[in-house]
C-alpha cells in the first residue's frame, strides 16, 4: 500500500509488520465496530469480505460513508434496496475474452487521438491480467544446421 493514498475516513487504517524494517497497513473491521458502534462479527464472512473491501475504497465520492454504513447494518432478511458499490482488485481474463478487450482498449484510444484527446487516459479502472491459457508453439525450419 505504499504507492496508493487511501481515504481512512472511520479512523479503521491500522498497521502490520511485515518484517524488521517494513511494515503494511489493513483498514480494521475490528476498529469499524467501534467507529459505528455495531457487531460486525454477526455478518457472514462472505459480507465482511465485501464490507472490507468497501471500506478501503471509500472515497466519500464514488463510494461514501452511507455505502459503508448500510452494508455494515446487512440484514439476512432485510430488504434488498441498496447496491453494494463493490470495487474489484483485479480482473483476470483468459485470451479468448481478453484479447478482444485489448482492441476495444487500441480502438478507443486511436478515437481519442483522431478528437485530439491524450490516449494515454483510456485506462482500465482496476488492473487488468491477460493470461494466455493455452501453449504457445515456435517453428523453426529451414535452418541449415537442422537439415541432414
Known amino acids: 500500500m505504499s504507492q496508493t493514498t487511501y481515504k481512512d475516513i ?10 524488521e524494517t517494513k511494515k503494511g497497513k489493513f483498514f480494521s473491521l475490528p476498529a469499524l465496530e467501534k467507529s459505528l458502534g455495531i457487531t ?5 464472512v462472505s459480507i465482511r469480505i465485501v464490507l472490507e473491501s468497501v471500506l478501503r475504497n471509500c472515497d466519500g465520492k ?3 460513508e452511507e455505502h459503508v454504513k448500510q452494508l455494515a447494518n446487512w440484514g439476512a432478511t432485510a430488504n434488498r434496496i441498496d447496491e453494494i ?12 475474452t481478453g484479447v478482444p478487450l485489448l482492441a476495444d482498449l487500441a480502438v ?4 481519442a487521438a483522431k478528437f485530439g484527446k491524450n490516449p494515454k487516459n483510456i485506462e482500465p479502472l482496476v ?4 493470461v494466455v491459457d493455452h ?3 515456435i517453428d523453426h525450419f529451414r535452418e541449415k544446421k537442422h537439415l541432414t
Open 62 to 64: 464514488k463510494i461514501t
Open 40 to 44: 460486525l462479527s454477526r455478518l457472514p
Open 108 to 111: 478507443m484510444r486511436d478515437v
Open 127 to 130: 488492473p487488468v491480467d491477460l
Open 10 to 19: 472511520f479512523k479503521t487504517l491500522k498497521d502490520f509488520k511485515i518484517s
Open 135 to 137: 501453449s504457445v508453439q
Open 85 to 96: 458499490p463493490f470495487v474489484v482488485a483485479r480482473v483476470v481474463l483468459q485470451d479468448f
